[in-house]
């Protein structure tokens, strides 16, 4: 711990890319209120709490469940947005000098807002393959869709670290 206090207490500013990606997510979480708050009055009062592994709905919750999307999307968002303001504090593999705090800083920030992003997209889809199915318009989830956002994950954190790497 005493080596991060004596790390640069750099902030390097917000590129663009993260602008858009800030962007995004807040209109992501933005959709996923406005989802629950359209389909509330359409939804039965049991809706598929679980998908089975044949995409089916396994296990049902009550309506009121579907509130937690929007609101776990909301806590994600500003919980992760907080955290990506302290990158200074973050563990990194190598050491983080005057040289390359910034770079290393926002390399860090990118990744975590990025992440954020993908958490709350499958929040998204979630929610939305819930309402589908709940509504009968469909009959269970593309675990494609899952799987591709899980992978972009993975890939991120990959990319990352090579890029994270190079900048030492």
């Known amino acids: 711990m005493h080596e991060r206090k004596r790390r640069p207490a750099v902030r390097p500013p917000l ?13 992501s979480v933005a959709l996923s209120i406005y989802l629950t708050v359209q389909a509330w009055a359409t939804l039965p009062a049991r809706i598929p709490g679980h998908f089975g592994l044949a995409g089916q709905p396994d296990a049902y919750s009550n309506r009121s469940d579907l509130l937690f999307y929007p609101i776990f999307s909301v806590i994600a968002y500003i919980f992760i947005t907080l955290l990506s303001c302290f990158t200074r504090f973050f563990n990194y593999p190598w050491a983080i000098t005057e040289e390359n705090a910034a770079r290393q800083y926002r390399l860090a920030r990118g990744l975590i807002n990025w992440l954020k992003l993908l958490l709350i997209w499958m929040l998204l889809y979630g929610e939305w393959l819930t309402i589908e199915v709940a509504t009968q318009q469909a ?6 869709v899952f799987i591709g956002l899980l992978l972009c994950m993975l890939l991120s954190t990959a990319v990352y670290i090579v890029a994270a790497r190079r900048a030492r």
């Open 139 to 144: 009959t269970g989830p593309g675990a494609l």
């Open 15 to 27: 590129s663009p890319l993260e602008i858009g990606i800030e962007i995004v997510a807040l209109a």
